[in-house]
């Protein structure tokens, strides 16, 4: 991978806004721990839809190349309720030769507190022959050049 594209990777940010539906959440009415597995996995795919042209990641995956996770690291710091909005930041924190690491953060819309942020490593497969496969190769196939 060429240095510009990694810098470009690496300073690009997303954000996506999820409403909490009642399904996400516990007898409390929060959201659940698990289900911020799910925001965050949103936050990757508006992520990475917002850099590939004209392929959406759900192509990809459809063309057989996906990112599988290999590892995460959640930090709770509060919680979300049925009904509210959080947004989901989304960026790049490292890249290897098969695998990225992405960080993302869970805001309330409504007062902007942090509610949750993880670091989670995913690893580029070629699913149809189960082999890793270059990110940079990936990223120079997909990725916006304008």
Same mark, same amino acid.
């Given at each position: 991978m060429n240095s510009d594209m990694k810098a470009r990777l690496l300073?690009? =940010?997303d954000?996506? !806004?999820?409403?909490? +539906?009642?399904?996400?959440?516990d007898m409390m009415g929060i959201v659940h721990f698990k289900n911020?597995?799910?925001?965050?996995d949103d936050g990757f795919v508006s992520f990475m839809n917002s850099l590939l042209s004209p392929k959406r990641i759900e192509d990809t995956v459809h063309e057989g190349t996906a990112f599988g996770v290999k590892k995460v =690291?959640?930090?709770?710091?509060?919680?979300? !309720?049925?009904?509210?909005?959080?947004?989901? =930041?989304?960026?790049?924190?490292?890249i290897g030769t098969s695998s990225i690491t992405f960080q993302h953060e869970i805001? +309330? =819309?409504s007062d902007k507190t942090l509610?949750?942020?993880v670091e989670c490593v995913r690893i580029a497969m070629e699913l149809n022959k189960n082999k890793l496969v270059d990110v940079g190769g990936f990223f120079s196939k997909y990725f916006k050049l304008e």
């Open positions: 300073n690009h =940010e954000q996506c !806004k999820i409403k909490v +539906r009642f399904n996400d959440t911020y597995m799910v925001y965050f =690291e959640i930090t709770y710091q509060g919680s979300a !309720k049925f009904g509210d909005y959080v947004i989901v =930041e989304t960026q790049i924190k490292k805001f +309330r =819309e509610i949750a942020s």
